[in-house]
């Protein structure tokens, strides 16, 4: 669909759960293997976005922010390209933030039915994330020789 | 028309047999975004010269030197749409690694790694590949070599959140 349909898909990340799974088709498929989700229930897709419209700070779920950075496609399949980041998050991926704004980038793959989402692959780059908390990890390609992890945080 | 399966397949094949014949797939004007950092340097191949730096190590043929015996295995094909109407393909494959030294600076110690990633290319007039977007999910393979890292299910029903607690 349009660039249009992507700002209105990820400010419904910040609105509501429920606004989120108006988007989606009855009959869909969400994946974002990364968290290890491969959801095809509203039920499922709701909890897996309640995060996203955390709007306290001092809770430790963090504040959720996207951009979208392209958009290429048409009106029945799409690539859009993201910036996110998280404020207040206590972790992210299980590794504590110690107060840390993170922030990565992905790709999401969108197929439409109808004008709603029927099926959804999203990947995105955990490892400048890890990275950028502590973890000994390499941004430099797979086969990057041993990382040193930074001494602080 | 091209048949975008047949390109998917012959992409993951040639990627780890062939550098010269994957980094021709492409166009000379590319544009390759294997992920995004915070800086294009290296995270974007403008060119063959550097999209060769970057796909030769998965045609590594020695299971010696710690760059790994690599295969890609297709496991599907989304007919997608590019810019200004030009084709345009998702492919959602498989990889594994054998024999890795390290897998992203993390020892791997030799053993066999395997993970997912999805790629996006859209072609040229002339059929070349001359846009990459591609991601890895490299969190199972943290996982499997150690790393704290952790994805519980917090979207299933009736999920304990007092689970992701630290423990003291």
């Known amino acids: 669909m349009s660039y249009r349909f992507a700002v209105l898909w990820l400010k419904a990340f910040r609105d509501s759960p429920e606004k989120v799974c108006q988007l989606y088709a009855d009959d869909f498929l969400f994946e974002d293997l990364m968290l290890g989700q491969s959801i095809t229930d509203k039920a499922d897709l709701a909890r897996a976005f309640a995060p996203y419209a955390n709007a306290d700070p001092d809770n430790g779920i963090g504040v959720h922010e996207f951009r979208i950075d392209e958009v290429i496609g048409d009106e029945n399949r799409a690539l859009i390209r993201w910036t996110w980041r998280a404020t207040g998050a206590g972790a992210f991926l299980g590794i504590p933030t110690n107060g840390k704004v993170v922030g990565t980038t992905g790709h999401t793959m969108h197929i439409y039915e109808d004008g709603k989402i029927k099926r959804e692959s999203t990947y995105w780059d955990a490892t400048s994330v890890l990275r950028d908390l502590g973890q000994p990890v390499s941004t430099r390609g797979v086969t990057a020789p041993r990382a040193v992890a930074p001494a602080t945080v | ?168």
């Open chain 2, 1 to 168: 028309m091209p048949d975008n399966t047949d390109h998917a397949q012959r992409w993951a094949s040639l990627i780890t047999s062939d550098t010269d014949a994957v980094v021709a797939m492409f166009a000379d004007d590319l544009l390759y975004d294997d992920r995004r950092d915070v800086d294009h340097v290296f995270d974007t191949a403008t060119d063959k010269a550097q999209l060769r730096e970057r796909l030769a190590p998965f045609a590594n043929t020695d299971a010696d030197n710690g760059l790994g015996i690599h295969r890609f295995e297709v496991l599907d094909v989304i007919d997608a749409a590019g810019l200004d109407e030009a084709r345009a393909v998702a492919i959602l494959w498989k990889w594994t690694g054998e024999h890795l030294e390290n897998f992203r600076g993390v020892p791997a110690g030799g053993r066999t790694l395997s993970t997912r990633g999805q790629t996006w290319h859209q072609f040229d007039a002339a059929g070349k590949v001359n846009r990459e977007s591609s991601y890895w999910n490299d969190v199972p393979v943290y996982q499997e070599l150690g790393l704290p890292v952790l994805t519980p299910a917090y979207w299933e029903a009736g999920f304990d959140f007092s689970s992701l607690a630290p423990s003291s």
